[in-house]
């Protein structure tokens, strides 16, 4: 099949809007976790944010919002947009830049979208309760595409006049990881030349507040203190919001154009636990699977990995079932280094997947392993898996990054420094 390279990054996040501000942040171990006054004002317990700088969204009207001057949105096609949508056009301008990619090549049929976003909780709340007060002739009819699920998709296309395919995915927090993997399988196949990989979430109390329901959430109001993966005093993940865009590219079409070359897609696994709805098989028994296939699909062995991301959300039942996952597919001396990046940036939901994505081709290009930050004490449970907890500067050669979701979703990406 078609070998599948990573030509474009980019990134709107807690922790940088842009590639540079995101690498130096991951070097720096520098935490884009804060409190969120807003967020504060709506409960009594929940209290940080991976917040998004430099964007602003005080009401519904789009006119109110603001954002950096370099990201270009036209009042028109603002009345469509959820904040998810804004965060994501600014993404994929930097990731269509990276690049190189000029406007033909955006827009032919050779060119596809793969997005995942959990909609606008917001807008959506806002658009039902005029609906219901005020009656549909009331309300505007872009309102329409805001509260839809898919609103990311069906603006994203729509901007970038995409002819290729365009799908949206919705498996919870391994959405944008699903989106990947079945990107990278179109151009295995011959079906696409290049694909983007979006990954959005909006970062507003109506998206996070859910989780606080489920006691999911750290209580901390120090963003020193959370979140804390593998750490044995851990309370919970912390939500952030932006996006991540990926530009995945058939290897032979990118060398001929010349294109920069992050890192190649290996091969990617997915798998289900088959448990609960929410809670993960605690045996780590679905992720287990998901890193075989993965593994499998890329014809890789397992001491060939050098470092995985994990999906590690400082949750207990999550960070233990994804350490036995781990010990059950790295056996023996075959022990990756391991750190969880959602310590610095949050958890991004539906946007996490493509994240770690991108922050594992920038390890790979980069030639450095970003730290599991915060860890004050190691859970007693991480003994035999190896979790850095300052960055190592040493180039992986293969990396691995985990993506679990509720409902017992699981994937493994697999990427690797690319010979191109």
């Given at each position: ?10 990134f ?6 842009n590639?540079?501000?995101v ?7 520098r935490?884009?976790?804060e409190?969120?006054p807003e967020?504060a004002?709506a ?5 940080l ?7 602003a969204?005080?009401?519904?009207d789009?006119?109110?919002?603001t954002f950096p001057?370099n990201?270009?949105i036209?009042?028109?096609?603002l009345r ?8 994501a056009?600014?993404a994929?301008?930097e ?6 990619l000029?406007p033909?090549l955006?827009?032919?049929p050779?060119?596809?979208l ?6 606008s909780?917001?807008?959506t709340h806002?658009t039902?309760?005029s609906l219901?007060s005020?009656g ?6 872009q309102?329409?595409?805001t509260?839809?699920p ?11 006049a995409?002819?290729g395919?365009?799908?949206g995915?919705s ?5 944008s990881?699903?989106?990947?993997g079945?990107?990278c ?5 011959g079906?696409?030349k290049i694909?983007?990989v979006?990954?959005?979430e ?5 998206n996070?507040?859910p ?16 979140p804390r ?6 309370d ?8 991540a865009?990926?530009v995945l590219?058939?290897?032979e079409h990118a ?8 890192a190649?897609?290996?091969g990617?696994?997915q ?5 609960d709805?929410v809670a993960p098989d ?7 699977r998901?890193?075989?296939?993965a593994?499998q ?6 001491s ?9 959300t ?8 994804e350490l036995?996952a781990i010990?059950?597919v ?6 990756p ?9 949050g958890h ?5 997947g ?9 390890a790979l290009?980069?030639?450095?392993m970003p730290a599991s930050?915060k860890?004050q004490q ?6 035999g ?5 300052t960055r190592?500067d040493?180039a ?7 993506s679990?979701?509720?409902?017992g ?5 697999i ?6």
């Amino acid at each position: 099949m078609n070998r599948v390279v990573v030509t474009g990054l980019g990134f709107i996040s807690s922790i940088g809007n842009n590639r540079a501000a995101v690498l130096e942040s991951l070097r720096e171990s520098r935490c884009g976790i804060e409190f969120m006054p807003e967020l504060a004002a709506a409960n009594d317990r929940v209290k940080l944010a991976g917040t998004v700088k430099g964007f602003a969204f005080p009401t519904t009207d789009p006119l109110d919002w603001t954002f950096p001057a370099n990201v270009e949105i036209s009042r028109a096609q603002l009345r469509t947009m959820v904040p998810n949508a804004v965060f994501a056009i600014a993404a994929m301008a930097e990731a269509i830049s990276d690049a190189k990619l000029d406007p033909a090549l955006v827009s032919t049929p050779q060119t596809g979208l793969y997005c995942a976003s959990a909609g606008s909780a917001w807008l959506t709340h806002v658009t039902m309760d005029s609906l219901l007060s005020r009656g549909p002739a009331r309300i505007s009819a872009q309102s329409v595409v805001t509260c839809m699920p898919n609103s990311l998709h069906l603006n994203l296309t729509a901007r970038f006049a995409i002819k290729g395919a365009a799908v949206g995915f919705s498996s919870a927090c391994a959405s944008s990881a699903h989106a990947l993997g079945s990107a990278c399988d179109l151009i295995r196949l011959g079906r696409q030349k290049i694909m983007f990989v979006v990954g959005a979430e909006d970062c507003h109390p109506y998206n996070i507040l859910p989780f606080a329901s489920l006691r999911a959430l750290s209580s901390h109001t120090d963003p020193a203190l959370a979140p804390r993966p593998f750490d044995v005093s851990r309370d919970g993940f912390v939500i952030t919001g932006g996006s991540a865009v990926l530009v995945l590219e058939e290897a032979e079409h990118a060398a001929a154009r010349g294109a920069t070359v992050y890192a190649e897609v290996k091969g990617w696994g997915q798998a289900s636990d088959g448990y609960d709805v929410v809670a993960p098989d605690p045996t780590g028994d679905g992720l287990a699977r998901a890193m075989t296939n993965a593994l499998q699909d890329a014809g890789l062995d397992a001491s060939e990995v050098d470092y995985i991301n994990a999906h590690a959300t400082a949750t207990s039942a999550g960070d233990i079932a994804e350490l036995n996952a781990i010990k059950a597919v790295f056996t023996g001396a075959a022990r990756p280094r391991v750190s969880s990046t959602k310590a610095l940036t949050g958890h991004g939901l539906s946007l996490a997947g493509a994240l770690e994505a991108g922050i594992c081709c920038l390890a790979l290009r980069e030639g450095f392993m970003p730290a599991s930050a915060k860890i004050q004490q190691l859970d007693p449970a991480c003994e035999g898996v190896s979790i850095i907890t300052t960055r190592v500067d040493a180039a992986p050669r293969v990396a691995m990054s985990n993506s679990s979701g509720f409902g017992g979703a699981n994937v493994a990406l697999i990427l690797a420094r690319s010979c191109a």
